[in-house]
């Protein structure tokens, strides 16, 4: 009867943890503000059986997610009630600044014992958030194995592959048949990554000269020698950029890759799960950079996000200041037509949108490798081609408009004339610039908007008053 009475207690359990699962997530696999509501409650009362129950019911992503929406005295509360080994996966899955600041709140003993179910690159990412004193006090606390494999990590520079890529590998000799690479598999198990897709054969200098796919080597008869079976593979230098391996990832379809030292020595893998981070964390940093910002997390400080947009504004109050000078050229003109002052924000801000346009998709390009000097002028061409028609449509509206407004046909050519000459000067420059900016070695998304901003306002306000002056006056 007591053993039923167990069952059925930890049936009820499951079935507690299931619908508090059901709760935490909505259909898109969004946290629930109710569930969210349910954890500060349970912090606010002091209830650490029930933080601990709550918390336990999430995936370590989710809980990652969890801490976003969580003051720091929340955070405080409730990092003490994580099991160690749920702690280390959802180290790894917290934003940069949130994690710097549950790593303060965690023991270094409890942190060392979290670290060793990490793989060495997940430990390294982790254990380079500490400060000097705790690393040397979490490192101390390790494994001599695992304290090595960290601090080689950690020697690479950052975004690069050596500290990209796990050292723990799956090997084999090039002169073994498939039944000695499965035992040899089931033996180490302990020493093999916790998940992979290849295994390596190599060279007696531990180069690499092959590699087969787990599900080949489980199809193969065991007497099959690997090198009938293995398929070429494609290395990565330890020093490439992240950037530059998210990009070879994505042009051959790799699912994994082995990362080799000068001389051709194997010393780790990287994985496609770690360049679905790598090309998430690309790609934000490119959007941010384009509006001139860097505060990208939910926990930035008021300090933090004053100091990443104050710069930009006040260069871009500069730029907008030289750009109006040209109403000052012209302010007789402007003062004698009023007109003048209702078309000049139209006129400037259609060509910073179609600026902004432009600006995207040469970004785009240029991050994608699909914009060289191969293919450069063709592109130009396009963009300014594209430019004049989506110049003489906007041009043909805006001057009905006037002519609707105004009953003024010089000043509807006017309006048109300009419009036109600022959609297309923003087609050049919204192309022109990033491959400039590339061309000298800046990144093209920080600087570009502020000069297409600049050039096509002060295109817009001159062109429309200059020929104003020609026309109408």
């Known amino acids: ?76 509360e409730i990092v003490p009630h994580i099991a160690p080994d749920a702690l280390a996966e959802i180290l790894s899955e917290l934003e940069t600044n949130i994690r710097e600041e549950v790593l303060e709140i965690v023991a270094p003993a409890t942190l060392a014992k979290a670290l060793e179910a990490l793989d060495s690159d997940d430990a390294a990412d982790v254990v380079d958030d500490l400060d000097e004193a705790k690393r040397a006090s979490v490192l101390a606390a390790l494994p001599a194995h695992e304290r090595t494999a960290i601090e080689a990590s950690l020697a690479y520079e950052d975004e690069t592959a050596g500290r990209l890529m796990q050292r723990e590998v799956a090997l084999a000799p090039q002169f073994w048949t498939v039944g000695q690479a499965m035992d040899h598999l089931s033996r180490e198990s302990e020493a093999l990554p916790e998940l992979f897709f290849d295994l390596y054969v190599v060279d007696p200098a531990m180069r690499p000269v092959g590699a087969t796919p787990v599900s080949h080597l489980l199809r193969a008869r065991r007497e099959t020698p690997l090198t009938e079976i293995m398929e070429p593979v494609t290395e990565i230098p330890v020093d490439m950029d992240q950037e530059e391996v998210a990009y070879i990832f ?34 934000e940093e490119d959007m941010l950079a384009l509006a001139n910002v860097s505060d990208a997390g939910r926990d930035a400080s008021m300090v933090g996000i004053v100091r990443s947009r104050l710069p930009w504004l006040v260069v871009n109050l500069v730029s907008e200041t030289v750009a109006v000078s040209a109403i000052a050229i012209f302010q007789d003109e402007v003062a004698k037509i009023v007109a003048l002052a209702v078309l000049l924000p139209i006129i400037s801000s259609l060509g910073n949108n179609a600026s902004v346009q432009t600006l995207a998709v040469a970004v785009r390009s240029l991050a994608s490798r699909e914009l060289n000097a191969s293919n450069t002028w063709r592109v130009v061409r396009r963009e300014v081609i594209a430019g004049l028609a989506n110049g003489l449509v906007l041009s043909g509206i805006m001057g009905a408009a006037v002519v609707g407004f105004y009953h003024d046909w010089k000043l509807a050519l006017t309006a048109g004339l300009a419009l036109m000459a600022d959609i297309i000067i923003a087609a050049v420059i919204g192309i022109t610039a990033p491959l400039a900016l590339e061309k000298l070695g800046r990144d093209p998304a920080v600087s570009s908007p502020i000069i297409v901003t600049f050039v096509t306002d002060f295109v817009g306000f001159f062109a429309l008053l200059a020929i104003a002056a020609g026309i109408l006056m």
């Open 1 to 76: 009867m007591s053993g039923e009475n167990d069952l059925s207690e930890e049936t009820r359990a499951d079935a507690a943890i299931e619908d508090l699962e059901d709760l935490a997530l909505d259909e898109d696999y969004a946290l629930t503000s109710e569930f969210v509501d349910m954890v500060i409650d349970a912090a606010d009362r002091g209830d650490g059986a029930r933080m601990a129950e709550l918390v336990s019911a999430l995936r370590p992503a989710d809980v990652a997610d969890l801490m976003g929406f969580l003051t720091a005295g929340y955070r405080e």
């Open 250 to 283: 994505d042009k051959y379809h790799l699912i994994s890759a082995p990362v080799i030292e000068p001389g051709g020595r194997l010393v780790g893998q990287i994985t496609v799960d770690d360049i679905v981070g790598v090309i998430q964390e690309e790609s």
